[in-house]
């Protein structure tokens, strides 16, 4: 395996699968089967899920909702996500222990490095829930300083297009693949990738990105491996 600890960056609006809305079942089922692949290599794996899919501060906001408070609920809704593919890992036999930026008994320890880092080393999937913490950022933000505290090799940002693009694939069908980019590059030409909080933590401390389709099967394992799937940006 090219990487031996990793962080998965999932959103939460991947987790509403084909019903639009809330946590389908068989896509938590899908990616903890994902998961396991790579756990079964006995690759350390920690997880940061998004909470789009049941609550943004931003979108509370706009609808009246005060903005901290919008986004400590965007905060509670990454737990119970965390929640979700705590379970459904459990289901296939994977030890996994959630930890958060708000700690919240008896169901979720606050985040410590130590502590995070001893889990993987134990053999647990350390699913890493509540964004950072704080209001104003995003679980993307989240992803690269946990991925950073827990010394992660490279950050795995699980999405459901094929990687980087010189333009929307979803609604530019010219719009080309890039197999890597340079920091720098991917600045220069404005490509979003991650936010700009999120994708300085990454290029100030070396982080390796690699975005990637993680609704194919099997390619989780791939890019772990070191195979040519998605696009690296390091
Ligand atoms: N959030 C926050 N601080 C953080 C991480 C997340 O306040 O460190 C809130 C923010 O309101 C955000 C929501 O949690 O809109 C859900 O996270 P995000 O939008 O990143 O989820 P995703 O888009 O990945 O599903």
Redesign the pocket.
């Known amino acids: 395996m090219k990487y031996t600890r990793i962080l998965l960056k999932l959103?939460?609006?991947a987790l509403e699968g084909a019903q639009g809305y809330g946590i389908d079942p068989k896509r938590l089922a899908g990616y903890a089967a994902e998961i396991k692949t790579i756990v079964d290599e006995n690759v350390q794996v920690a997880i940061v899920i998004?909470?789009?899919?049941i609550?943004?501060?931003?979108q509370g906001s706009a609808e009246g909702v005060d903005r901290v408070q919008?986004?400590y609920m965007?905060?509670l809704?990454?737990v119970i996500n965390s929640m979700a593919l705590q379970d459904a890992l459990g289901k296939l036999g994977i030890r996994s222990k959630l930890l958060g930026?708000i700690a919240i008994d008896p169901i979720c320890e606050r985040m410590s490095r130590v502590r995070a880092i001893e889990y993987l080393e134990q053999g647990n999937v350390a699913i890493i829930s509540g964004?950072?913490?704080?209001?104003?950022?995003?679980?993307?933000?989240?992803s690269a300083l946990r991925a950073v505290e827990i010394k992660a090799d490279v950050i795995l940002k699980g999405t459901r297009v094929e990687g980087v693009y010189n333009a929307d694939p979803e609604k530019d069908p010219t719009a080309t693949k890039y197999d890597t980019l340079s920091f720098e590059e991917a600045y220069e030409k404005g490509l979003k990738i991650m936010d700009l909080t999120a994708f300085t933590l990454c290029k100030e401390n070396n982080l390796p990105i690699v975005v990637f389709n993680m609704n194919t099967p099997g390619n989780l394992k791939k890019v772990v491996k070191g195979e040519k799937v998605g696009t690296v940006v390091s």
Do not use: I
């Open positions: 959103s939460g609006e998004g909470g789009g899919n609550f943004r501060g931003l919008g986004d965007g905060m809704a990454t930026g964004g950072t913490g704080n209001p104003y950022f995003t679980t993307d933000t989240a």
